[in-house]
């Protein structure tokens, strides 16, 4: 998804079966080299494994790569988790990444999904990872978000409607 198809709309969804644990896990094994060293990178869910929804399978990857590339990025020791859940909002299914990095300053929470916004100057990346990451799960329906209550780092949720 680039910025010129975002900005015009023509892109479209290509929705399919998705078995979101498997996804998960081949997420996971694609960005575990690029964690620091001594930072426990882990997934855990509430679906079974037969569990499936419905959604375009590369846009949602591409969503929670960008999630977890950004905590890699911001946690230099503890944890980033990807995490599977169905109780955390009705009748809707919620994917979260969070670590144990310095967190979000609270008064840039409610503008880190801009575009070319960045929390950090001196890290790599343009600042529109998170803006595309919006504009993607707005075309599934869903919303991201940050956890405002989080408090030990930094938690991105993806809330997609299960039907």
């Known amino acids: ?8 709309g023509k892109y479209t969804m290509n929705l399919t079966s998705c078995h979101c644990n498997e996804m998960c896990r081949l997420i996971l094994s694609t960005v575990m080299d690029r964690k620091a060293e001594g930072v426990k990178l882990y997934y855990t869910s ?14 949602l990857q591409q969503v929670l790569i960008n999630f977890l590339t950004n905590a890699e990025k911001h946690t230099e020791k503890g944890e980033i988790h990807l995490h599977c859940s169905l109780t955390e ?7 979260s990444v969070s670590d144990t990095g310095p967190g979000i300053p ?6 880190v999904f801009e575009r070319f916004k960045k929390l950090d100057e001196f890290k790599q990346g343009s600042g529109l990872g998170l803006n595309i990451c919006r504009t993607i799960a ?3 329906h869903g919303e991201v978000k940050v956890d405002k209550s989080y408090t030990n780092g930094a938690r991105f949720l993806l809330i997609l409607p299960l039907k």
Do not use: G, H, N, W
């Not at 509430?46 to 846009?59: G, H, K, N, W, Y």
């Open 1 to 8: 998804l680039d910025l010129s198809a975002q900005e015009s």
């Open 46 to 59: 509430e679906v079974a494994d037969d569990f499936q929804i419905t959604t375009d399978e590369q846009r």
């Open 89 to 95: 909002y009705p009748d809707r299914i919620t994917f």
């Open 106 to 111: 609270a008064d840039k929470m409610d503008s």
């Open 138 to 140: 707005e075309r599934l």
